[in-house]
């Protein structure tokens, strides 16, 4: 039970997301936030979705529904979306891999900032 209600979360806000979006134009621009960064310390394949469990969680910022960016050597390598936290680590769902990239243990994240 407690996994369907994390997936709904993620989605739910996924779907208010895009609405935002939607509603208030087209998305100017984005930048990894600078402040906290995570590191991944898994990744678990599932059935469905690829897991990442990162080792940082709501005391650095990273809460149920932030968008981040996975990085490697500086240069974006995917998406994540967190569906789950609590104070000390995280799990997100990837919803974006650049160019053929794969999310590794050791690879940095940082909080996606969206401007509009």
Known sequence: MKTRSAVFAVLAGSMLF???????GKVLSYEAHSGNVACVRA???GTSADLVL?????KDDFCAGTLCVVERDGVPA????VAEADADRAVALITQLNNNQTIRAGDPVKIKTITF
């Open 78 to 81: 995917g998406e994540l979306i």
């Open 54 to 58: 990162l080792d940082s969680g709501m």
């Open 43 to 45: 990744v678990a394949a």
């Open 18 to 24: 895009g609405l935002a979006g939607t509603l208030c």
